[in-house]
């Protein structure tokens, strides 16, 4: 039920924000908002009035990171990046594991952030 106050001739709602969780955003779900207010703007103010904004960036967020801790080793398996090979050729090792983080990474982003 809304409740108004009066102010002069005008009766003025008393609107209140819900209490939304207040956990920091990660990295995905900080890039997950901006994509959302710069290139889906109808469904960020979709979610901003429905009071689930938070929520959804912070879903998001624990999604991306869960995913990344997924793909990373499948990818490092398939890029030959071995802990033999960290301790034969560590600049080759460092190489392959920057390499397996863009791509899990890109996918990341192709899949949930920028959808």
């Avoid at 912070?58 to 990344?68: G, I, K, N, V």
């Avoid at 791509?103 to 952030?113: G, K, N, P, T, Y």
Wanted: some cysteine; aromatic content about 6%.
């Amino acid at each position: 039920m809304i409740t108004y106050r009066q102010s002069g001739e005008t009766l003025i709602p008393d609107l209140k924000l819900s209490e939304t969780e207040n956990r920091p955003l990660g990295k995905y779900g900080r890039m997950r908002r901006t994509y959302l207010q710069t290139h889906r703007t109808m469904l960020w103010n979709s979610l901003l009035l429905s009071g689930t904004l938070q929520e959804h960036l912070l879903e998001t967020d624990a999604a991306a990171q869960s995913r990344l801790e997924l793909l990373m080793p499948e990818l490092m398996k398939d890029a030959g990046a071995t802990e033999a090979l960290k301790a034969s050729d560590p600049m080759r090792w460092v190489g392959l594991m920057n390499a397996c983080k863009a791509q899990a990474e890109e996918i990341i982003l192709r899949e949930l952030v920028y959808s």
